[in-house]
């Protein structure tokens, strides 16, 4: 019985193995789309006004980078120390997170909250798929006065694991 028993807690008790170097993708935009307003008329008080009682998705639209912003994103991460930071074209933007879920077959995180310049707030989810390069993400926009969703922003590219060259 100790035969079988050691090895079973010992397959149980050491860790799975993880990728303890520094990972570094550069991933390319290829499609967006946005929320847009559904206003209705509604009497409010005495006065009949547009008033936004819905948001939908338009439909997919192909990456423009003068609409869309740049259509390249730069993730680096670590398994074993269990963080991610993101690289956006203008470095002031870069930022980091912990709240980092590695699956074998998904990385999923969520940076930081970031107070906007408009009374807003921001959420940025990101999903890459690990088995195909595949990524997506998910601009979410919040009024900090109230906890209301304002708008949210998609886009779905691709990835490819970038490696760095040296010299010598």
């Not at 120390?81 to 203008?90: C, H, K, Q």
């Not at 690990?130 to 006065?145: I, P, Q, T, Y």
Request: with cysteine; hydrophobic share 35%.
């Amino acid at each position: 019985m100790k035969r079988l028993l050691l090895p079973l807690l010992a397959a149980l008790t050491l860790p799975t193995v993880v990728n303890a170097e520094d990972i570094t993708l550069n991933c390319t935009y290829k499609k967006f789309k946005t929320t847009r307003d559904v206003i209705e008329q509604k009497l409010v008080g005495n006065t009949i006004k547009p008033v936004v009682v819905d948001i939908k998705f338009g439909d997919w639209q192909k990456h423009d980078s003068e609409i869309h912003g740049s259509a390249n994103q730069k993730f680096k991460f670590n398994e074993e120390e269990v963080y991610v930071d993101v690289y956006f074209a203008n470095p002031k933007g870069d930022r980091g997170t912990k709240d980092v879920t590695f699956q074998p077959d998904l990385i999923a995180f969520t940076l930081p909250r970031k107070e906007s310049y408009d009374d807003t707030y921001i959420i940025d989810n990101y999903q890459i798929n690990r088995k195909n390069g595949n990524f997506s993400r998910e601009l979410k926009f919040f009024s900090s006065k109230k906890p209301l969703l304002i708008r949210v922003m998609k886009w779905e590219g691709n990835c490819k694991k970038y490696n760095s060259k040296t010299l010598f």
